[in-house]
């Protein structure tokens, strides 16, 4: 269900004008300036890298079984469509999915960490507590493991008094959710002489299907890595985990790189051939500079004439569609400013919220 709600909500935003494609690159958090900057376009940054392990056949199967069910039609073009029955289940379900949960852009790369880190933990404390130091870690991601080794040395002396303060946070800040979502999260946990279940055991415990407690899961993560966020001093072992872990200001490390180089002055010719990159590839650096910069420069890129006529392509039809507004303004103004103007002027509606 939380899937479909997902899909549908994508699907009602991108209103046509994005293929089913696009919104499987959303989820998954794809690095291309295109996601990045339909996330922003479309109001869908909440769903940006929401479950980056997502298999396309898997996700074609959702479609699928929307279109079966007569809430989703495809066109030629395999752009999506909602069905009057579609808005009307949606509108149904909207307030018990939470989707506003969700806050994928700022988070897609935190979450994971954060919940790894505390699947981990929770299963090293439980066993040393019972002085049982031989066990398969539940997460054998590398980074993760060298974190709890690090942590528990701190921790070893005051492990007692972290492990029930722990417990006391998670039981706060799970107590927002709902008796089976808060289940679904407590049951994955591993202790002593206990594994957490799979998500594969939790759809078939719960009756749902895989990728909601996925999806689920993730969500609950975000709504609770808000609450720490806002409030640390309310949730001091908790925000322990996250220690060190920022939100990079840019999706792709080489954007970072290219806006330092335009922060010292550095045209966007000179910047590729320092980097020996395409000019194409620069190009896309500085749309996601825009669209993550709140004082970017645009009118270092072109004319307030040229921004206008843009601004009135777009609000005239009514779209968003690259191809719809070149051909509505002057032929001397490329696509790279019409993105730009896409960039910044989503970015000026975000600030006037």
Same mark, same amino acid.
């Given at each position: %269900?939380?899937?479909?709600?997902?899909?549908?909500?994508?699907?009602?935003?991108?209103?046509?004008?994005?293929?089913?494609?696009?919104?499987?690159?959303?989820?998954?958090?794809?690095?291309?300036?295109?996601?990045?900057?339909?996330?922003?376009?479309?109001?869908?940054?909440?769903?940006?890298?929401?479950?980056?392990?997502?298999?396309?056949?898997?996700?074609?199967?959702?479609?699928?079984?929307?279109?079966?069910?007569?809430?989703?039609?495809?066109?030629?073009?395999?752009?999506?469509?909602?069905?009057?029955?579609?808005?009307?289940?949606?509108?149904?379900?909207?307030?018990?999915?939470?989707?506003?949960?969700?806050?994928?852009?700022?988070?897609?790369?935190?979450?994971?960490?954060?919940?790894?880190?505390?699947?981990?933990?929770?299963?090293?404390?439980?066993?040393?507590?019972?002085?049982?130091?031989?066990?398969?870690?539940?997460?054998?991601?590398?980074?993760?493991?060298?974190?709890?080794?690090?942590?528990?040395?701190?921790?070893?002396?005051?492990?007692?008094?972290?492990?029930?303060?722990?417990?006391?946070?998670?039981?706060?800040?799970?107590?927002?959710?709902?008796?089976?979502?808060?289940?679904?999260?407590?049951?994955?946990?591993?202790?002593?002489?206990?594994?957490? @279940?799979?998500?594969?055991?939790?759809?078939?415990?719960?009756?749902?299907?895989?990728?909601?407690?996925?999806?689920?899961?993730?969500? %609950?993560?975000?709504?609770?890595?808000?609450?720490?966020?806002?409030?640390?001093?309310?949730?001091?072992?908790?925000?322990?985990?996250?220690?060190?872990?920022?939100? @990079?200001?840019?999706?792709?490390?080489?954007?970072?790189?290219?806006?330092?180089?335009?922060?010292?002055?550095?045209?966007?010719?000179?910047?590729?051939? %320092?980097?020996?990159?395409?000019?194409?590839?620069?190009?896309?650096?500085?749309?996601?500079?825009?669209?993550?910069?709140?004082?970017?420069?645009?009118?270092?890129?072109?004319?307030?004439?040229?921004?206008?006529?843009?601004?009135?392509?777009?609000?005239?039809?009514?779209?968003?569609?690259?191809?719809?507004?070149?051909?509505?303004?002057?032929?001397?103004?490329?696509?790279?400013?019409?993105?730009?103007?896409?960039?910044?002027?989503?970015?000026?509606?975000?600030?006037?919220?």
């Amino acid at each position: %269900m939380l899937a479909d709600g997902i899909i549908l909500k994508c699907s009602i935003q991108f209103n046509q004008n994005r293929t089913s494609s696009a919104i499987y690159h959303l989820i998954t958090g794809k690095k291309s300036i295109q996601t990045v900057q339909d996330a922003h376009i479309y109001q869908l940054k909440n769903f940006y890298g929401i479950n980056r392990s997502l298999q396309k056949r898997d996700f074609d199967k959702i479609i699928n079984t929307l279109i079966s069910n007569k809430l989703l039609e495809l066109d030629e073009s395999m752009s999506c469509s909602v069905t009057p029955n579609g808005l009307e289940w949606y509108k149904k379900w909207q307030s018990y999915l939470q989707l506003t949960d969700f806050d994928g852009l700022r988070y897609h790369t935190v979450s994971s960490i954060y919940y790894d880190r505390l699947l981990l933990l929770i299963q090293t404390l439980s066993n040393s507590s019972n002085n049982h130091y031989s066990f398969i870690p539940v997460i054998d991601r590398q980074p993760v493991l060298d974190w709890v080794k690090l942590v528990f040395k701190q921790l070893k002396q005051n492990m007692e008094s972290y492990f029930e303060q722990l417990h006391h946070e998670l039981h706060e800040l799970l107590s927002s959710f709902s008796n089976e979502e808060a289940s679904i999260y407590v049951d994955r946990f591993s202790g002593y002489n206990h594994y957490g @279940k799979s998500k594969e055991q939790l759809a078939s415990d719960y009756k749902r299907d895989k990728m909601d407690i996925s999806f689920t899961i993730e969500r %609950m993560n975000h709504a609770m890595l808000n609450k720490i966020y806002l409030s640390p001093h309310k949730f001091p072992a908790i925000e322990f985990l996250i220690e060190g872990l920022t939100n @990079k200001r840019f999706i792709t490390d080489s954007a970072r790189k290219t806006y330092q180089l335009l922060q010292e002055n550095y045209s966007i010719n000179e910047i590729g051939r %320092m980097r020996n990159l395409k000019e194409n590839t620069v190009y896309d650096h500085v749309v996601e500079v825009a669209l993550f910069t709140h004082d970017f420069p645009v009118l270092n890129y072109l004319s307030e004439d040229q921004q206008q006529q843009i601004l009135t392509a777009v609000y005239k039809e009514n779209t968003y569609k690259l191809k719809a507004i070149k051909q509505m303004v002057d032929e001397r103004i490329s696509y790279f400013q019409i993105r730009l103007v896409l960039a910044t002027m989503q970015r000026v509606g975000e600030q006037n919220e």
